[in-house]
């Protein structure tokens, strides 16, 4: 298996802008999460989906925020309009049920 | 909200050297513990997962430990090798046993 597997692995972006991250999930898991990673507040959860369903957004920082799971084996995260403080690391990873959880090798987000 | 704790923040050691990497927490109604590794710029590699049943986990050099009751994890690395450097990351998930709750990691470098 490939792996869990993000697009881009970077991004360069002007305030304001939209920006989209996307997320291909290991084939089989059932569990999607997005989390962001910043020197100043570490390794955050910001929503994960059951079966293609969110359960739980509540670490979804605002409303300029949002995700998908239109399948099993897409997902995306959107910004928009984005801003400088949105610039992190942005981590996709998948499960099976409650087994451990596998990472992607993240987006680095930059917002000028 | 559980809170994770890694200390030290950083170590340093000569090759060859057995070490302990520890984890607290401040919530023991966990569910999952979970060893990471993160080597610069890249993903997180799951290392070992303990369910709350269980008291240890070993996976050849690295052997970890759960001690619910006292809210903490260590994770035991035998015979350090340079390759083994790297930031090794904490996170425990709760009743939903799907939301893991990261520490800030220890970042580990193994002198040659």
């Known amino acids: 298996d490939a792996g869990v597997i993000q697009s881009p692995r970077h991004e360069v972006t002007e305030m304001g802008q939209e920006v989209t991250l996307r997320c291909k999930p290991i084939?089989?898991?059932?569990?999607l999460f997005w989390y962001r990673q910043t020197m100043m507040r570490g390794l955050e959860l910001l929503i994960y989906?059951?079966?293609?369903?969110?359960?739980?957004d509540s670490g979804m920082p605002e409303d300029r925020f949002s995700a998908k799971m239109p399948n099993a084996s897409f997902s995306t995260l959107k910004i928009q309009p984005s801003e400088p403080r949105d610039s992190a690391v942005y981590f996709c990873?998948?499960?099976?049920?409650?087994?451990?959880?596998?990472f992607g090798p993240g987006t680095r987000l930059t917002v000028l | 909200k559980q809170e994770v704790t890694q200390i030290p923040a950083a170590l340093s050691v000569p090759e060859g050297e057995n070490l302990v990497l520890n984890c607290s927490f401040t919530d023991s109604a966990i569910y999952n513990l979970q060893w990471f590794r993160q080597d610069p710029g890249k993903g997180l590699t799951s290392l070992l997962l303990i369910q709350s049943s269980q008291r240890e986990q070993t996976s050849g050099r690295l052997n970890a430990s759960l001690d619910k009751s006292s809210g903490r994890s260590t994770l035991y690395i035998a015979a350090s090798q340079p390759g083994d450097s790297a930031t090794y990351l904490c996170a425990v998930s709760g009743y939903n046993f799907n939301k893991f709750y990261f520490g800030s990691g220890t970042k580990l470098n193994v002198k040659p």
């Open positions: 990873a998948s499960s099976f049920g409650s087994n451990e959880q596998f």
């Open positions: 084939s089989g898991h059932d569990y």
């Open positions: 989906f059951n079966n293609n369903v969110p359960i739980d």
